[in-house]
């Protein structure tokens, strides 16, 4: 994928993110993560090309793995969690985590689904002798805090969710990550 293309992609799903996390139950407000403080979440995309060889066995070397963040943004009230509190930090995960199932079964996701076709349609994969080229393209959902001190840092980050494009239904499915507690 070119990088005008990668960049083009990232500001759709910037312009789509906006739309849903309005549409929401927490109130939320994007925040610049140099000046934040407490609880933050961020949503992040992931574009990748899995390079096969003809026995099936990856090609690592030539593997393209691509993350880069979308938007920051942060609960108002106490869910900001500026105390920077252990259990309200994976207390408010998993209700953000809920809402974003929400979305999705509310069908409100679905706005993702153009977005998530095309940037398939985008790759521009080497030739290495391989003989297929696996692409993927999804979004993923986190949560750390800003600011607090370098323990509370370390401890209170979490993958929380995957979001991706379902091609067998043409849905968006949010996919629970949260396996580290």
Request: glycine residues 4%.
């Amino acid at each position: 994928m070119k990088p005008e293309k990668f960049k083009s992609l990232r500001q759709e799903l910037q312009a789509a993110f906006r739309i849903l996390l309005s549409n929401c139950y927490t109130d939320f407000k994007e925040v610049d993560i140099a000046n934040a403080k407490g609880q933050v979440f961020t949503i992040n995309m992931f574009y990748g090309e899995e390079y096969i060889n003809e026995e099936g066995r990856p090609l690592r070397e030539h593997d393209t793995n691509i993350i880069r963040p979308i938007i920051h943004f942060q609960a108002l009230g106490s869910w900001a969690n500026e105390t920077f509190n252990i259990n309200n930090f994976y207390d408010t995960d998993d209700q953000i985590l809920g809402e974003f199932i929400e979305l999705a079964e509310r069908k409100e996701l679905n706005i993702l689904i153009d977005i998530f076709k095309s940037a398939r349609t985008y790759a521009l994969p080497k030739d290495v002798g391989q003989h297929e080229v696996n692409t993927y393209f999804f979004a993923s959902l986190e949560s750390n805090v800003c600011g607090g001190n370098l323990f509370q840092q370390d401890l209170l980050e979490e993958s929380i969710a995957v979001i991706a494009l379902n091609e067998n239904n043409d849905i968006i499915n949010v996919d629970c990550t949260q396996n580290e507690r």
